[in-house]
């Protein structure tokens, strides 16, 4: 009903609206006096989670692209290796797991029967399980050894938003606190990292309040029949998952890409008119990786791409070889999901209103697959 979407056109519109919240709420009440994380909902015994040698990071569909950030944070904060895979292929390749081994299940309705079945073979094989879930009382997290919630609140909208920003805030959540409990980063260095996380919600904001922007390129691209993304480190997630939006709700043409790989391959897709998303990094991290996303911006512009590029305020080294530029405020390059994501939300959104379509039902797909 029009009164539960406050006022919205769409349950998706109010949820992407709802993101500072839903972060917000994921952070409160995590942390004691003296600024150290504390996860009491995690039952697992501190010494298991000191002898962890391995995270198995579990999920499907948007939720596995969470999985995917969460690796390149938990690796550098915590240096153990992640891998993260979905859940139904997981199942069924006869995974090693040990008691040393973490498996991370994480799902919006904690009824995805893939994930469900996945966190059974998982727990069979002595492996312990972590579920981060956004539904209270749900099947995952009854059958895991320990939850994490996220606060999301209910999410309605088929495609999932707030509760993919609430998954990639829990799971920095996660890396903070084993960084913290296995001394892999000094106090200090962990404080500063969760005081630019507790910054995002107002971040996130920002790029609402820019929101009518994006919704006119939205409304005046369409009719295309097809757009890819690309994206480095944590921006390929984020192209994967601006891919995948559009597909679920816009019924159009969508793939994701590794910017890298784009000469292996996806550059022949490339001609006259097609136009590419690209999400750049801060230039101000200390690494080539902004540099290169910028040439691969220019690989795709030489092609005849239309370029809309994702960028940080005051990158002006992308402008020349963009088409459209969408800002997002400057943020950590391990943080910038939470903010980089929404612009391609919004997109997605609008295009599909603009088309006519149900935003909050696509054809074809449930909110939970509740099947294997
Ligand atoms: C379905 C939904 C997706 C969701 C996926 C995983 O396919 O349509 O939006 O990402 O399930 O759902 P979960 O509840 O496990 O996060």
């Known amino acids: 009903s029009a009164a539960v979407k406050d006022g919205f056109d769409s349950f998706m519109d109010k949820e992407i609206h709802d993101q500072p919240k839903a972060v917000a709420d994921t952070l409160l009440g995590r942390t004691d006096a003296t600024g150290a994380l504390v996860l009491d909902e995690l039952r697992i015994p501190e010494s298991t989670l000191r002898s962890i040698d391995k995270i198995i990071v579990i999920a499907c569909g948007t939720a596995a692209y969470s999985g995917h950030v969460a690796k390149y944070a938990i690796e550098h904060w915590c240096r153990i290796p992640v891998e993260v895979e979905l859940a139904h292929e997981f199942r069924y390749r006869d995974p090693i ?222 402008a020349p070889y963009a088409d459209i530029v969408f800002r997002v405020p400057q943020t950590p390059t391990l943080l910038s999901p939470l903010v980089a994501v929404v612009p391609l939300q919004i997109f997605a959104s609008e295009l599909a209103k603009a088309k006519g379509l149900d935003v909050d039902q696509p054809r074809n797909l449930a909110k939970s697959v509740t099947v294997e």
Do not use: W
């Open 97 to 318: 797991l040990t008691a040393r081994t973490l498996v991370v299940a994480i799902s919006q309705s904690g009824e995805t029967m893939d994930t469900l079945m996945a966190v059974r073979h998982a727990r069979e094989q002595g492996a312990s399980v972590l579920a981060i879930v956004n539904t209270n009382g749900s099947t995952i997290p009854r059958e895991s050894d320990a939850v994490l919630y996220t606060h999301a609140g209910p999410e309605v909208a088929v495609a999932s938003t707030k509760a993919f920003l609430a998954q990639i805030t829990a799971c920095y959540l996660l890396g903070l606190y084993l960084a913290q409990l296995r001394g892999t980063k000094f106090a200090d260095e962990l404080r500063e990292i969760l005081h630019e996380l507790q910054a995002l919600p107002d971040k996130i904001q920002h790029v609402l309040d820019g929101e009518a922007a994006v919704r006119e390129v939205a409304q005046a691209m369409k009719d295309e029949p097809s757009f890819l993304f690309l994206g480095r480190h944590v921006g390929y997630p984020v192209a994967l998952e601006g891919a995948l939006k559009l597909k679920e709700i816009a019924y159009i043409h969508a793939e994701g890409f590794a910017a890298g790989e784009l000469k292996h391959g996806p550059i022949a897709l490339v001609d006259e008119g097609q136009p590419v998303f690209v999400i750049a990094p801060s230039p101000r991290g200390r690494d080539q990786l902004h540099h290169k996303v910028v040439s691969n911006i220019q690989e795709v512009r030489a092609r005849g791409a239309r370029t809309l590029v994702i960028a940080e305020e005051g990158d002006e080294a992308v």
